[in-house]
């Protein structure tokens, strides 16, 4: 008993030093909004993370494990975002940087994870700016950006006899971005946009700014709030003053559906119009099986939307650029694989991170607010514009 004992330290003692230099622990930097405004999609964006290693993490090499480091940026706070990012690549040596809902937080992290050459996965962030045309070094975006949505809107809102359009959106890069892209897609057809109004981000009562609109007496109002709470706020605002029974319709990229909070809102949701890139009640198969292994998880009644596709489509990049180097990364091969990395296996369709300046490529769906089973769902009416590219650097090309 004793010398087996014995002869088992021993035997550790000489095989675990062997052992921990074939193991490798990758590190995720993993920063969201645990707290404050909106936090339910940080608590979202979390599910997924822990959904996907559950899922995935036995695809890694041999030896290859990955450790996620959560950080809470407590809202759209890009100092407390600047320092975690700081902290979690100096002292923590992460090997990515993740996560994060906010522009004014990407927008802080994003020179630190250049500085650092640690690559940066933003999963949520949609300001197109974050990402200029020439790219941001170690920075690539998963998720979307107002343009890719708003753009078309504008231009389906045209075609299809909406001729005055009134507009209220929250006063941070992505309401900008989401009321110049839409205005621009819509005068550009011949639109009228009759005011253009920019409200407080922290805004949760929308009832002084719809009743203007309603008194505008638009053919609809275009809406952008960051998604979560608010966008239940704006809808309650929408049902109380009547906009509906006056005939004025509710459009606006897909924010303002937010998959999770549909169930929230009521019946009031039906026949919103909005432009997107993802939307739970997608019926191909990729976002079926998602949907499955989520509400297998999380319950019948929860419903991932467009922050948890991103996150899961951000991991799958991430988990790739592992594989493609055989579990031992470096911050620029890591890049390098992310941009151009691809998948036709996303709950949204084929992406692709655009090579040229590490920003998403995808569909964009034209939906309806209906009633599948029963359930309201955003409900994919057609494949609006396929491969879209961010708008935005088209535009404004690299000087
Ligand atoms: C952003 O800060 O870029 C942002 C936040 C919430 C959204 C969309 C964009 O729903």
């Not at 998963?142 to 001729?163: D, E, H, R």
Request: charge should be neutral; charged fraction near 20%.
């Amino acid at each position: 008993m004793k010398f087996a004992k014995f002869a088992a330290i021993a035997l550790a003692a000489t095989i675990l030093p062997f052992a921990s230099a074939m193991a490798q622990t990758i590190k995720i930097g993993f920063i969201t909004s645990y707290t404050g405004q909106n936090a339910s999609v940080g608590v979202m964006m979390d599910k997924t993370v822990k959904l996907w290693m559950k899922e995935h993490e036995k695809d890694l090499p041999a030896g290859v494990k990955v450790e996620i480091l959560t950080r809470d940026d407590t809202g759209p706070n890009p100092e407390t975002a600047k320092r975690l990012a700081t902290e979690l690549v100096t002292r923590d040596k992460v090997d990515f940087l993740a996560g994060v809902i906010w522009t004014p937080n990407a927008a802080a992290i994003a020179p630190i994870a250049a500085e650092a050459k640690t690559p940066f996965v933003i999963m949520n962030a949609g300001t197109s700016a974050i990402i200029p045309s020439g790219g941001a070094p170690y920075t690539v975006r998963v998720s979307f950006t107002l343009w890719q949505s708003s753009l078309p809107l504008g231009q389906w809102a045209a075609k299809n006899n909406l001729k005055k359009v009134y507009s209220l959106v929250s006063d941070f890069g992505p309401g900008i971005d989401a009321e110049t892209a839409f205005k621009k897609g819509f005068t550009d057809g011949g639109g009228n946009l009759v005011e253009a109004v920019r409200m407080p981000l922290a805004t949760q009562d929308f009832a002084p700014f719809m009743q203007k609109a309603k008194d505008a007496k638009p053919d609809a109002v275009f809406v952008f709030i960051p998604a979560g709470v608010q966008a239940t706020g704006v809808m309650k605002a929408y049902s109380d003053l009547g906009l509906a029974k006056e005939g004025i319709k509710l459009i606006g990229p897909g924010d303002i559906t937010t998959d999770e909070e549909l169930p929230n809102m009521g019946d009031v949701a039906l026949g919103a119009i909005t432009m997107f890139h993802y939307s739970a009640a997608a019926t191909r198969p990729a976002n079926q099986a998602f949907l499955k292994m989520w509400q297998r998880d999380y319950g019948a009644n929860d419903w991932p939307a467009f922050e948890a596709a991103a996150t899961w489509d951000g991991m799958m990049a991430i988990f790739d650029t592992i594989k493609a180097q055989g579990g031992k990364v470096n911050g620029e091969k890591s890049y390098s694989l992310l941009k151009g990395w691809k998948t036709d296996n996303s709950p949204r369709g084929p992406i692709m991170i655009d090579p040229e300046n590490g920003d998403i490529i995808q569909n964009e769906y034209l939906r309806r607010v209906e009633k599948v089973n029963g359930v309201l769902g955003n409900v994919e009416i057609e494949t609006f514009q396929t491969a879209v590219k961010d708008p935005w650097k088209l535009l404004n090309p690299k000087k």
